[in-house]
């Protein structure tokens, strides 16, 4: 079975400040990794997703996530956040079919 | 094009009635999932849908739950004799082909409330 953490349920973040979102993941087979993004009001879309190769994943809106395997993590970092990226933040894996979703991250930027 | 939509988008129920929740995936979009997300959790996966094939109903938390996408697009997730753990919202989501690596496109979700 696989399963998703996601260790700060809410991160505080003044705007213009570098944040991490952090994500770990535990699976007995390979997994594929994602993180979408639920802004107030909207439906999840997706941000950025690992399948292979290069570790370091670039994404949407200035967003990017690095893949360690070693760690079993898929963090998720931004240099530089703005008011617009007030949102939750959901990490997921799916070994081939469904897809299974952290509890998320509230990301609140402070102006 | 038109995104994925849900309908109704709150539902209101008295315990014991049954619901039906209706999801219009992206036309030509192969796979469809529903989720149950409980306030302030993540989705939880409960079916999945390749065409008109359930490929997996695992996470149906009981036997009054059941989804059906008779001709492979439009989906209907119903619940039985709700009960108020079922208070949740609903999500579907879409997506082009069968494999989970591809993108799904989300729904704005069912907001039920069963009292």
């Known amino acids: 079975a696989q399963s998703v953490t996601q260790l700060d349920s809410q991160v505080p973040v003044f705007e213009e400040a570098p944040v991490e979102l952090r994500c770990n993941y535990s699976?007995?087979?390979?997994?594929?990794l994602f993180w979408y993004v639920q802004y107030p009001n909207q439906g999840l879309q997706l941000l950025l997703k690992?399948?292979?190769?290069?570790?370091l994943v670039k994404g949407i809106n200035g967003f990017e996530a690095e893949f360690n395997k070693s760690q079993t993590s898929f963090h998720l970092r931004k240099p530089s956040v703005h008011i617009s990226d007030t949102a939750e933040y959901f990490c997921?894996?799916?070994?081939?079919?469904?897809?299974?979703f952290g509890p998320g991250t509230s990301l609140s930027v402070i102006p | 094009g038109a995104g994925v939509s849900q309908s109704p988008r709150y539902k209101v129920a008295k315990r014991g009635q049954d619901v039906a929740l209706r999801c219009d995936p992206i036309?030509?979009?192969?796979?469809l999932f529903w989720y149950q997300q409980a306030l302030g959790q993540g989705p939880e996966f409960l079916t999945y849908?390749?065409?008109?094939?359930?490929?997996?109903k695992s996470g149906l938390p009981s036997d009054r739950f059941f989804a059906e996408r008779p001709e492979g697009s439009v989906s209907t997730l119903k619940i039985q004799r709700t009960q108020q753990e079922d208070s949740a919202v609903y999500l579907c989501a879409s997506s082009l082909g069968s494999r989970s690596y591809n993108e799904q496109f989300f729904g704005p979700g069912t907001r039920l409330t069963v009292l």
């Open positions: 690992y399948l292979s190769g290069s570790t």
């Open positions: 997921a894996v799916s070994p081939y079919d469904k897809v299974i």
């Open positions: 699976s007995s087979v390979s997994v594929y």
């Open positions: 849908f390749q065409n008109e094939a359930q490929l997996d």
């Open positions: 036309s030509g979009h192969v796979s």
